[in-house]
């Protein structure tokens, strides 16, 4: 069993339930907290957090005490770690301005040469063509459109979007951040996204916005 403190980055939908990841305090190294060794999502009980003013769900920007079993590391998802079943502690909350000290700063977002943006061909990672370092990144961008995208001709419901440029390259990402669930199509300026690898789905690894973090929402 290990502790660590972690300022959570996301908490957004994976699969109908959440996708838990922040940064170890002391080391700045990205954590994703799974309920099992396939790097399952976490329930809503999984997500609750404790304070002097009782227990409520984990939120974005908060600093958390968790307990892991241990490291679970995927090819894709190196940062997986097996969650305890004790509840997690909330150690007050970062300060919007204090983002900045945690962003990364990559070249670009897993781009492997011969996908769209939005996609890392997991055929690449199996063969170890192309070694995920971290599937996790904090950037900022000036700008982010957030659309929806209508998917009736594949039979699928409408996908909320996001569109951003990173170091010359335009991405445009699903959200699966909850607060932009019925978000209507809107430019927020200047903002920090977590950005996640995805698993492995039809031969790619697809690229998620799994939060989008801005100073109007959060101050």
Known sequence: MRKMVLIVFANSVKHGQHCVAGKDISTKKWIRAVGNRDGSGLTDRQIRVKNPYGVFSVKVLQKIKVSFIEHLPLINQPENYLISDDIWEQNYNLKYENIVNYIDNPLDLWIDGVSRS???????????????????????????????????????GRQRRGVFEYNGIR?????????FRDFKEHSLESSF?????????????????????????YI
């Open 118 to 156: 939005d996609r890392v061909n997991y055929h690449l990672i199996k063969n170890g063509k192309i070694v995920i370092e971290q599937s996790l990144y904090l950037i900022r961008v000036d700008r982010v459109d957030i659309y929806w995208r209508d998917r009736g001709v594949i039979g699928k």
């Open 171 to 179: 991405y445009d990402l699903p959200i699966t951040d909850p607060k």
């Open 193 to 217: 996204l977590c950005i996640s690898l995805g698993e492995e789905f039809d031969g790619y690894c697809y690229k998620l916005i799994a939060s989008i973090i801005n100073m109007e929402m």
